[in-house]
Structures are given as C-alpha cells and as structure tokens.
C-alpha cells in the first residue's frame, strides 16, 4: 500500500500567519493517464470533509484563494497564506491512484 | 446542489449486521462512481470501497473484503453498503462520497457502534 506520510501532526498559528502541511507518497502516484491523484480535504470539528484542491494544484470552487497546492514526484504540500479562525481543523492528503487509496494521518491546524 | 445523505447507522453487536444507504441529488447519480470511506472515532480516514456508474467496477479494501458489500440503485439514486460479521474495529462514522479518485463531494455521514 501505498503511504502518506504528513507532517507536521499539529500546527498552531497565529492569525494572518501562513501556514504548510507537508504530505510525502512512499511512492510515485503518478497515475497511467498522467494525472496524480492528490487531493487536500480540510475537515473542520464536527464536519465531514470537504475538498481543498484535487489532482495537487487545483483548488476547488469557493475555496479561498489564500489555500494553494503544489509538488512533485512524492513530495506535495499545502500553503494557506493567511490563517484565519476558520481554517482551523485538520487536514488530510490523499492519493487516488494506487488502490487501496490512502490518506495522510492528518494535520491538525489550531490558533495560538 | 449536490447532496448526499447517509442513513441507517446505529448500535450492532459484534457478529451482527447493517445496511447502510446514501440518498444522492443534485446530480446525475448514474455516471457517477460512488464510494465509502469511514473515520473511526478521534482517528483518520479509511477509503473501503468503490463502485462504478453501471456497477461493473467495484473494489473493496482488504478490511473489509469477503464481509461487506456495496451495491447501487440507479433508479432510486441510492448507494448502499450491506455490513455483515461486524467487528469492534468497524465502529466508526461512515461517509458516502462522490467520484473514484477524487472524492469531491461527501455526505454528513452516519455512526456505526459495534459493541455488546
């Protein structure tokens, strides 16, 4: 199988601060299409998850412009330019393109 | 506006079974692949199966192959996940998800507690 491995685990920022969650693959997750499956989903306390930005880069509609994507290879990561109190949750990485898909063990962003 | 709704969740005992269903509107149901994944409580998530539009693909995760089965009604769009031999590690929160690979839309889900 193929593991994400995210870090940091926890990550407290002050607000207006940028924050980075970084999401390793054990392996390539190139898939045979040439697209790669890994996605960003953000699930707030109590909320089922909601998608961030698909295939690493590409974020979703109504998703704030301060969330971006980027990464190659088996290195990927997700910026927020500016937390703010809504951002806070925790945050997982997933690949789409070897099966079982996996997640990242999660991010959890909090306020200082 | 795209909209999924667990249901069917509640309290087994291990051994026991249970039947999930996810109600899907908004959208064209039948061109979709459909997909389960749990969170156990405080824990990740776990994807666990899938199913295609025609329901001619379908792919479970190991911990669940050979007990559970996930079937589709195109008419009635409706996902379903039929839970057999339970165990304690199947207690988790279920969440129904639309499009293999991508997962861009989830439902609220719905709590499965297997526990004598």
């Known amino acids: 199988d193929v593991v994400m491995t995210q870090s940091p685990l926890s990550l407290p920022v002050t607000l207006g601060q940028p924050a980075s969650i970084s999401c390793r693959s054990s392996q390539s997750i190139v898939y045979v299409d040439g697209n790669i499956y890994l996605n960003w989903y953000q699930q707030r306390p109590g909320q089922s998850p909601r998608r961030l930005i698909r295939n690493v880069s590409n974020r979703d509609s109504g998703v704030p412009d301060r969330f971006s994507g980027s990464g190659s290879g088996t290195d990927f990561t997700l910026q927020i330019s500016r937390v703010e109190a809504e951002d806070v949750g925790v945050y997982y990485c997933?690949?789409?393109?070897?099966?079982?898909?996996?997640f990242g063990g999660g991010t959890k962003v909090e306020i200082k | 506006q795209v909209q999924l709704v667990e249901s069917g969740g509640g309290l087994v005992k291990p051994g026991g079974s249970l039947r999930l269903s996810c109600e899907a509107s908004?959208?064209?149901?039948?061109?979709?692949?459909m997909n389960w994944i749990r969170q156990a409580p405080g824990k990740g998530l776990e994807y666990i199966s899938y199913?295609?539009?025609?329901?001619?693909?379908?792919i479970y995760a190991d911990s669940v192959k050979g007990r559970f089965t996930v079937s589709r009604d195109n008419a009635k769009n409706s996902l379903y996940l039929q839970m057999n031999s339970l165990r304690d590690e199947d207690t988790a929160m279920y969440y129904c998800a639309r499009s293999a690979r991508l997962l861009d839309t989830w439902g609220q889900g719905t709590l499965v507690t297997v526990s004598s």
């Open positions: 908004g959208f064209t149901f039948s061109v979709h692949y």
């Open positions: 199913i295609s539009g025609s329901s001619a693909d379908i």
């Open positions: 997933m690949q789409g393109t070897h099966w079982p898909f996996t």
